[in-house]
Each structure stands twice: as structure tokens, then as C-alpha cells.
């Protein structure tokens, strides 16, 4: 396996942590005597959102989703398929949808509109990264960690070639490496 080119630390373990606990609260008071569910968006926000939801001081439902990209396709339309959907009933209830990172706002808007037509009474999103410079389209964000415009991050949920997203802190890379087995 080659070494990991990392050009620098973007955001510590300690920085998340913090931020963490910052956005924790204030959904906590934003949601507080509300119906409400976290989904994670897998694989990439399995670590925010874990230490996220203990952040929270409300009986929340948790469920999880995945999505899989089309080849080739996705980055540029936003074309996704749904690979694991939710087990838990929203309709109803109050939804905040949580993301590692938001760049160009295509597959987060899909998956928007996929759960609106599950008639939650709100839908929002939570983001550990997010980058404005590279939105292509609105998404209702309500809690952010962190705004970033470095292309290739790992660590704390993020991979390259499904390697790195046990990280504890968010590096930005040399350059894209293609990691060898």
C-alpha cells in the first residue's frame, strides 16, 4: 500500500469534538418537544454522526441511509440510487438529514426530495464540511461544522478507495492517490 500524501491537518480531532458539542446543543434547543429523526447518510457521516447524536439532549429516532453513486454520472447530474433505505416511518415528523460533506448539493438535494415525498413536517441538513464555492444547487442547511474548499479530504468518515475513514481528525491530501492493496 503506498503512504497516505498528506499535505497537512485541515481540522483536528479536537476542532470536530468541539463543533460537535456546539452543534449538539443547538439542535437540542431548535428541536426541543419536536418529533424528531437523524438520518446518516452512509458511508461517509458514520462518525459524525455517532458522536452527533450523543451530543443531543432530546429522545430522537435514528435511522440510517445509503446511497450509491451512477459511474461517471454523478458528480456532474446528481443521478443516485438508494441502496439502504430508512426502516422508520418519518411521515410526520421532524427530519435532519446529516452529511460529512456537502460540495456540490446535487445527491443531497435528491435524497431531500426523496424523503419530502414521505411527507416529514420538515426536512433539514446537518454537514460536517461544506463548500459554497462548489454549490450547484440549494439545499436547506441548517447546522455546519466547518466551511472548507480543499478537493481531497480523508479521514473522520471520508475515504479514499474505501481507506482512511477511521481517521479521528480530517487531513487534506498531497494530491488524488490511488491507493494500491
Excluded at 503506498?2 to 463543533?19: P, S
Excluded at 482512511?164 to 492493496?181: G, W
Aim: glycine share 6%; hydrophobic share 40%.
Amino acid at each position: 500500500m503506498k503512504d497516505l500524501h498528506v499535505k497537512r491537518i485541515l481540522i483536528t480531532e479536537e476542532q470536530i469534538a468541539e463543533r460537535t458539542v456546539a452543534i449538539g446543543k443547538q439542535i437540542s434547543q431548535d428541536y426541543a418537544d419536536k418529533d424528531l429523526v437523524l438520518i446518516a447518510v452512509l458511508k461517509g457521516s458514520m462518525y459524525f454522526f455517532s458522536d452527533l447524536t450523543r451530543q443531543i439532549d432530546l429522545p430522537i429516532g435514528i435511522d440510517m441511509i445509503a446511497i450509491g453513486s451512477i459511474p461517471d454520472t454523478t458528480s456532474q447530474t446528481g443521478i443516485v440510487r438508494i441502496t439502504k433505505d430508512l426502516d422508520l416511518n418519518i411521515t410526520g415528523k421532524h427530519v435532519l438529514v446529516v452529511e460529512d460533506i456537502i460540495r456540490t448539493g446535487l445527491t443531497t438535494a435528491y435524497l431531500i426530495q426523496n424523503l419530502e415525498a414521505r411527507k416529514p413536517l420538515s426536512v433539514g441538513v446537518c454537514t460536517l464540511l461544506y463548500n459554497p464555492d462548489r454549490l450547484l444547487i440549494n439545499v436547506p442547511i441548517s447546522y455546519y461544522g466547518f466551511e472548507i474548499s480543499r478537493s481531497w479530504l480523508v479521514g473522520y468518515g471520508m475515504d479514499i478507495d474505501e481507506k482512511f475513514r477511521n481517521l479521528p481528525y480530517i487531513a487534506e491530501l498531497e494530491r488524488r492517490t490511488k491507493i494500491d492493496d
